[in-house]
């Protein structure tokens, strides 16, 4: 779990079969570490749906419990 944990430390919000090619583990596995981190308030996670060149990839996406993504560059909308 650790591993898992550190990972997504270092590189922020990924797709649990993103985690599981990084780290070396089994889909199932990592669902189940996945789980027990959830379940300790370490990570946030929640079902996602990606469509990549027409494909539709369903995952989990987790981050680190208490981080936020970083703003995404160019020009910000006004406030009204």
């Known amino acids: 779990m650790n591993e898992i944990l550190q990972y997504l430390k270092a590189n922020g919000e990924k797709l649990d079969a993103e985690i599981a090619a990084a780290v070396g583990l089994s889909l199932a596995k990592v669902h189940a570490y996945l ?10 996670a929640c079902h996602s749906i ?5 494909r539709e990839i369903a995952g989990i996406l987790c981050r680190v419990s208490g981080s936020t ?12």
Not at 69 to 80: E, N
Request: proline letters at 11%; hydrophobic letters at 35%; a positive charge.
């Open 35 to 44: 789980a027990e981190l959830f379940a300790k308030g370490e990570i946030v």
């Open 50 to 54: 990606r469509f990549q060149g027409g």
């Open 69 to 80: 993504p970083q703003v995404s560059p160019g020009r910000k909308a006004k406030p009204l």
